[in-house]
């Protein structure tokens, strides 16, 4: 990762302030170069870049410092000044850890930004999320947004580092593995909005319990301005509706269940191609809001941009165009057609709840279309010891959605298709393929059992890359279709 410093340039003697690190001046260098850039690879050093030599489980940084100086580093960010016979005037800022000095300065650089942040975090759907807000927010301001899954204790510094001075709006993804990671990151970002879409479980192997995954979102308030912030949270979330009393914060919550809401969807109405639905918004009927994406789960994201854009001061025409200039991101539920197939493909990452979610999706598209739908369920990552439960949880509700063909990827595949079978799946319509090695297996599972205009989800973990499975399929048919050269 690489990112040019537009808000200001620092110097190797501030850097070293800036994260309590000590100064090595190498060759005629005083300290006092200018620094315009941040790289974490070696190879997207830029001229004037501060090369951050981290050290991995096999790499470590600081081997790379001297191809990082070719490229015109003059600075580095180590734990240790290098051995190295590299010509030049450069600087070593040195540090007991690197990924945390990086932290460090990027909370010193956010601070001279005058943009209002809006942090999200949650269980399942906080990138979508930020995509709408992204949107809603864009349609007046100049807004700036993490990209990608640059979410976690590297990601979100090198985000922060891409702040411009004309920025109005920053979005922020918070992602976490276990508890601290997003006080810590909350910290870096000071929030003005503070938002969590939902507690899932994802991250049960790590946590434990949802309520311990309730207290590791609930960290997004540790950088929230106590005078002026605002926490929106989902009201539909028992474990997130029994905390609001504690908050000493604006607490602001929004819903499609739960009459409470200060933002509330309902008379959701799903098209071919988006989602209408009307609401309440401080207590003030908005009808036919509309979103170009399916799924009942969208109208919470939607929702949230909704109220994110009015704290933001938005007007509802604002608000409505940028809902409708929403984008979604590469395996995010995605649909298109593969020979025959259509394929909702939706590869990026799956828990119990967005692989419920999916497969209502699948349900309704299909439903829609008059075809029958099939899935690809992936194994669904980091569940600890619930993950036998709920993959076995999935494969009924699978079952129970109708589904009319099953094919199960990865090493639960056997839990979820026994479960499937026992919920009314005939066994003869469900398909097990237990090595993700293996693409090309289950994809010819699914030409030889599919019938033309199916409607096919392919949905799993992250780690499970199914989109290799989609790949296999391309080809598979693209061949299918070729002539034959016999005769």
Not at 256 to 269: E, F, L, S
């Amino acid at each position: 990762m690489n990112a040019q410093l537009k808000l200001r340039t620092f110097t190797p003697r501030e850097i070293a302030d800036a994260v309590g690190g000590e100064l090595y001046k190498i060759g005629k260098a005083d300290g006092n170069e200018k620094v315009t850039s941040v790289s974490t690879s070696s190879s997207e050093v830029t001229p004037g870049a501060m090369f951050c030599a981290i050290k991995g489980e096999r790499v470590d940084g600081a081997d790379f410092i001297p191809d990082a100086l070719s490229l015109g580093a003059v600075c580095v960010l180590t734990t240790r000044v290098p051995d190295t016979d590299a010509a030049g005037d450069w600087c070593a800022v040195v540090v007991a850890d690197v990924v945390k000095a990086l932290g460090t300065l990027s909370g010193f650089y956010r601070d001279f930004s005058t943009a209002k942040f809006v942090a999200i975090t949650g269980s399942v759907g906080k990138t979508t999320t930020k995509g709408f807000v992204y949107a809603v927010a864009s349609s007046v301001y100049k807004t700036h947004k993490t990209k990608g899954n640059h979410n976690n204790e590297l990601g979100l510094p090198m985000t922060l580092f891409e702040l411009e001075p004309d920025d109005k709006v920053s979005v922020i993804e918070l992602g976490m593995s276990n508890l601290g990671e997003i006080e810590y990151m909350s910290h870096l970002v000071k929030p003005d909005i503070a938002v969590i879409t939902n507690i899932g479980t994802s991250h049960l192997a790590s946590l434990g319990t949802r309520e311990n995954i309730c207290l590791a979102k609930l960290e997004i308030t540790a950088g929230l301005n106590r005078e002026t912030g605002i926490i929106l949270l989902n009201a539909d979330e028992p474990l997130l509706l029994e905390k609001v009393d504690e908050l000493p914060f604006d607490v602001r919550l929004m819903s499609i269940k739960n009459r409470v809401g200060d933002y509330r969807a309902m008379n959701i109405r799903q098209g071919d191609d988006g989602i209408t639905f009307d609401m309440i918004c401080d207590n003030k009927a908005i009808t036919n809001v509309e979103i170009p994406i399916i799924g009942r789960h969208n109208v919470y994201n939607a929702l949230t941009a909704y109220a994110v854009g009015t704290m933001l001061g938005l007007q509802e025409e604002d608000i409505r165009r940028g809902l409708l200039s929403f984008e979604g991101e590469a395996m995010r539920q995605r649909i298109y057609d593969v020979g025959s197939l259509t394929v909702i493909d939706d590869c990026y990452n799956a828990s119990p709840e967005s692989m419920r979610a999916a497969i209502d999706v699948l349900v309704g598209t299909a439903a829609k279309r008059n075809k029958r739908p099939i899935a690809l369920i992936g194994d669904m990552l980091e569940l600890g010891d619930y993950s036998r439960l709920l993959h076995d949880q999935i494969g009924q509700y699978a079952a129970q959605a109708n589904v009319a063909k099953l094919f199960c990827y990865g090493l639960m595949s056997d839990v979820v298709a026994e479960a499937a079978i026992k919920k009314g799946i005939r066994a003869e319509n469900v398909f097990v393929c237990l090595d993700t090695r293996d693409p090309q297996t289950i994809a010819d599972m699914i030409c030889d059992a599919a019938l033309p205009g199916d409607v096919l989800l392919v949905k799993a973990s992250r780690g499970v890359h199914a989109e290799r499975v989609i790949e296999c399929l391309k080809k598979k048919i693209t061949k299918m279709k070729q002539p034959s050269n016999n005769g």
